[in-house]
C-alpha cells in the first residue's frame, strides 16, 4: 500500500452536526485510502465497524465545482463503536481551494482571512446544506418508516 500523504479529515465538535466533517482523499481509489481514513477517525470515534455510502460511483464524479457535479454531493456514514459521523467526502477532482474552504467549513473552523465573503465560501455553505438536507430527508423516512 503506498502513503500518499497525511489523513486529509477534519471533525466538527458539534456532535448534533448531520455533517460531522469533510474528508478530501488524494485519489478517486477510496478503499487504498480507507484504513488511513478509519486510523483517523478512532480518536473520535471508536473503532469503525463499518462504512455506509451515499453514493452510486465515486471515481466517475467530477469536482464539487464542476459543471456536472451531481446535486447532492458524496456522503460517507462512518459507524464507530463509540459513534457515528456522516462526513462529506470532496472528490480529488475538487480544486484544492474549494476543498480546503469545505475542510473549514464542515468542522466548524474559522476560515483563512479574506475567505469569509468569497465566492468559493458561499458555494462551500450551499454545498454543506444540500448534504445537510439530504441527511435530514433520510432521517426523516427512517423516522417514517417507523412510525
Excluded at 12 to 28: C, L, N, V
Excluded at 108 to 134: C, F, N, T, V
Amino acid at each position: 500500500m503506498v502513503t500518499l500523504g497525511p489523513t486529509r479529515v477534519r471533525f466538527t465538535t458539534d456532535r448534533s452536526a448531520p455533517i460531522a466533517g469533510a474528508w478530501y482523499p488524494y485519489t478517486a481509489n477510496l478503499a487504498d485510502e480507507l484504513s488511513s481514513l478509519s486510523g483517523a477517525a478512532a480518536p473520535r470515534l471508536g473503532e469503525v465497524t463499518s462504512i455506509s455510502v451515499h453514493w452510486q460511483s465515486y471515481r466517475r464524479y467530477p469536482g464539487l465545482d464542476s459543471a456536472d457535479s451531481p446535486t447532492v454531493p458524496p456522503l460517507m456514514t462512518l459507524n464507530g463503536s463509540h459513534r457515528n459521523a456522516t462526513l462529506l467526502v470532496i472528490p480529488c477532482r475538487t480544486a484544492s481551494s474549494l476543498a480546503a474552504i469545505l475542510m473549514h467549513l464542515a468542522s466548524d473552523s474559522e476560515l483563512p482571512d479574506g475567505h469569509m465573503h468569497s465566492l468559493e465560501s458561499k458555494r462551500g455553505r450551499r454545498i454543506l446544506s444540500i448534504a445537510s438536507q439530504y441527511m435530514a430527508s433520510l432521517d426523516g423516512t427512517a423516522s417514517a418508516a417507523t412510525s
